[in-house]
């Protein structure tokens, strides 16, 4: 059965440093996202990518975030300078449709420590 | 803003019984949709079941179903017949129609007893 896979599994880093995680989501799905999992607090979204564009961001998602698909297999979330507070479970997600349409299918997460 | 509440942090169920977890949410959009997502140990999220708010008949998928009370709004989960594999977090999730946005509440960790 297809499935999103997410790289690494877990990664830890200095505060300042720059991050990539990465996310293979399903071949034939169209809408990719990110979301993060603070630990212990809810799922949140972060963004939503589609036509090689970003189509929906939260307030989470400042200059610091970037989402790119390099290579039309790939999809990567880079964080520029990392922050102790972006220590998170991040989790990749695609879909065939729009969200309300289509079922989002969930990678099993990166997990990002800040030191 | 649309805002999804979960008052149960933890629930348990004895195996083959009957468990309903509940959820409520407040938003002022009538086209909207609500998921039941569970994550296991193994951390992916899975989509349980789906509601669209336009429609009344409760959505029911095998042992899961749910009670859709939009007035009220309330949607809750019910799994019957309770299985060992059912353990996990279950997130309760709204997204209003047209956007990609999902959000989520905080969690109901269920275990199953045996």
């Known amino acids: 059965e297809p499935e999103v896979t997410q790289t690494p599994s877990h990664q830890v880093t200095q505060m300042g440093q720059e991050v990539i995680l990465r996310c293979v989501p399903i071949?034939?799905?169209?809408?990719f996202y990110w979301y993060r999992q603070i630990l212990g607090q809810k799922v949140e979204f972060l963004v939503s990518?589609?036509?090689?564009?970003?189509?929906?961001k939260s307030e989470i998602f400042d200059d610091q975030f970037s989402v790119e698909r390099p290579d039309g297999s790939n999809f990567t979330l880079k964080i520029r300078s990392t922050k102790l507070e972006d220590s998170a479970m991040y989790f990749c997600?695609?879909?065939?449709?729009?969200?309300?349409?289509?079922?989002?299918?969930f990678g099993e997460g990166s997990r990002l420590t800040v030191l | 803003a649309q805002t999804v509440t979960q008052s149960q942090p933890e629930m348990s169920v004895q195996e083959a019984e009957t468990v309903t977890l509940s959820c409520t949410y407040d938003?002022?959009?009538?086209?909207?949709?609500l998921f039941w997502y569970k994550q296991p140990p193994s951390r992916q999220m899975i989509l349980v079941i789906r509601?669209?708010?336009?429609?009344?008949q409760n959505a029911t998928e095998n042992r899961f179903s749910v009670n859709f009370q939009k007035a009220a709004k309330s949607f809750s989960l019910k799994i019957s017949d309770s299985q060992l594999g059912d353990a996990a977090m279950y997130f309760c999730?709204?997204?209003?129609?047209?956007?990609?946005?999902?959000?989520f509440g905080t969690g109901t960790l269920l275990a199953v007893q045996p």
């Open positions: 509601q669209e708010a336009y429609k009344q």
């Open positions: 938003t002022s959009e009538s086209d909207y949709y």
């Open positions: 990518f589609y036509n090689n564009e970003i189509s929906e």
């Open positions: 071949s034939n799905h169209l809408y």
């Open positions: 999730a709204y997204l209003k129609g047209a956007t990609n946005k999902l959000i």
């Open positions: 997600a695609s879909s065939v449709r729009t969200g309300s349409s289509g079922e989002l299918f």
